[in-house]
């Protein structure tokens, strides 16, 4: 029964190789025959018959130079000779390229013409000495023996190329005839290969349907057990003994950035840590869970890194269960967890504890001091009697106190409903140069008093900003207020405002002690400080977050200029009202001392 199916498949296998290979042979030889006829042998015909007129045309005036001595029938002989001398190279060029077998023919034309052509222009020809002329007509059958010569083998040569045309067209000819014989005889095998394969299907067909049934409950599973992997929101890496992938499910693939087809056959290690950087990588040898499946041994680590294609990473929970079969270990399955959100819920679970703790620390210490000030005053009221100058001055003490901490439970208001996104502004065309003016005078006596020259600067023509005007004054009531700070006696503070591209800079710049990379980090985080010794007086550290967050709102930008020892410069882009008009006032700008 083998033997009597080995047959058919060869047959089967013999004519489906024909059908494939000979009709394409067959076509690939009537092209090639096609493209040199029309790109090989009709040009040389042409090229053959362009010399054969072209040599009739020289006679022509060569006669006529020697009937009438005309000089242009001499030249315009010459230029033909010239133009003779083009076709023999183009043709010798091609019959070259082609080996056609006319070389002899070309070599014997070549030779009559030029021999015929020295007689012309050699020493004595009728071309080189106007007295040749008149002799030369004595010897005119001589040169017209020449040329028949000539006529000769242009002929010749032009019945080579008609016969290597003639042949190449029968060899067409001949091929298409053979290929519409072999069409015949293919058609007919085609038929044969499909009876063959008709035999050959009923006796597998019998096969076929008994391995059906154990092939679709097969299949049955592998679907079931896959639709489980795909639908996993884990990755799970099947893993050989040598460590190798041999499946990947859809989260798996995406979890590491590694299609499927791609990571089949791949190192694990190199899938989960080939891109890590030096500091953190370890060779093959040293991974936990190479070890742990070679000694068929089942490992969890939830605390590794996993690092993508890409060179991106995330953190994960890595488990590794061996497959064994009875006591041999064939291999092993690898549940990756992504633990991304599980360490971002931790880190922020771990910044709301820090922000609750510094809140409290911050507004503790904050409120404790004015609140033990306005407790000691009032219970010095309440239990002296005091003369009027006495009991003002206590009172006066208790107004600055609450005074102090209305102004922290504003600030904490205020970063609240920065972080919350609800700030309220209420934007209007608010002039630039009362604003700085007014907001420089607020500061004036206390810039006097710690020994600072205050100054501001207004460019002309500034057009309003569109601006919340309480809050700009107390955007740059905290820059100045901060400037105040940490600047020297003996220092400067400029206000300044000029037009810039998207609207107003407003700019507060001192020559005080500056801030480290670091601090110009952290400079708008909530409850951040500097830390300084000799600053005049404590901040809770929210005054530039509140800053960060008013300017926000405005639709501007904060950018920050400091060197340490030298001084800082703090720029608030505004938005300027639509209207160029309504500018922001004119004349020269003021200095306050």
Known sequence: MRRAGFVPLGFIALSLLALGVLPSFMSRRIDAVAVQIESVLEP????????????????????????????????????????????????????????????????????????????????????????????????????????????????????????????????????????????????????GATLGVGVIGRRVGALGREAEEGRADALRSRREMGAVLEASADGVVGMDLSGRCSSLNRTGSELLGVPEHDAQGRSVHDLLHGKAPPEEAHAPEACPLLISLDAGMEREDPESVVWRRDGTSFPADLHLRPLVDGREVRGGVLTIIDMTSVREAEDALRQAVRARDEVVTIVSHDLRNPLGTVMAAADLLADLPLPPEKRDEQIAIIRRASSRMSRLIEDLLDVASIEAGVLAVDP???????????????????????????????????????????????????????????????????????????????????????????????????????????????????????????????????????????GSAFHVEIPAVPDPAGGGGKGAASGID
């Open 44 to 191: 040389a015909r042409r090229f053959g018959q362009d010399l054969t007129l072209l040599q009739a045309r020289k006679a022509a005036q060569f006669e006529a130079y020697l009937l009438t001595g005309d000089g242009g029938n001499a030249q315009r002989y010459l230029d033909l000779e010239n133009l003779e001398q083009e076709r023999f190279e183009q043709l010798q060029d091609i019959v070259e390229r082609s080996e056609l077998a006319v070389r002899a023919q070309i070599t014997a034309l070549s030779a009559a013409s030029q021999t015929w052509h020295a007689a012309h222009v050699g020493e004595g020809g009728p071309l080189s000495d106007d007295v040749g002329r008149e002799v030369y007509l004595s010897v005119l059958p001589a040169d017209l023996r020449r040329y028949e010569a000539v006529l000769r083998a242009a002929a010749e040569l032009e019945a080579a190329l008609v016969a290597e045309v003639t042949a190449a067209r029968r060899e067409m000819d001949e091929a298409r005839q053979a290929q519409a014989r072999l069409s015949i005889a293919l058609a007919v095998l085609a038929l």
């Open 428 to 566: 209007e065309p608010v002039p630039v140069r009362p604003l700085i003016e007014d907001t420089a005078e607020l500061f004036r006596q206390p810039a006097k008093g710690a020994g600072l020259v205050l100054e501001t600067t207004v460019a002309e023509d500034l057009p309003p900003i569109l601006a919340d005007r309480g809050r700009m004054e107390q955007v740059l009531g905290n820059l100045v207020g901060n400037a105040l700070k940490f600047t020297d006696v003996g220092g400067r503070i400029d206000l300044s405002a000029v037009r810039s591209e998207d609207g107003v800079r407003l700019s507060v710049t001192d020559t005080g002690r500056g801030i480290d990379s670091v601090g110009r980090e952290n400079l708008f985080d909530r409850f951040w400080r500097v830390e300084s010794s000799g600053s005049r007086g404590t901040g809770t550290g929210l005054g530039l977050t509140i800053v960060h967050g008013i300017v926000q709102a405005h639709g501007g930008r904060v950018e920050v200029e400091s060197a340490v020892g030298v």
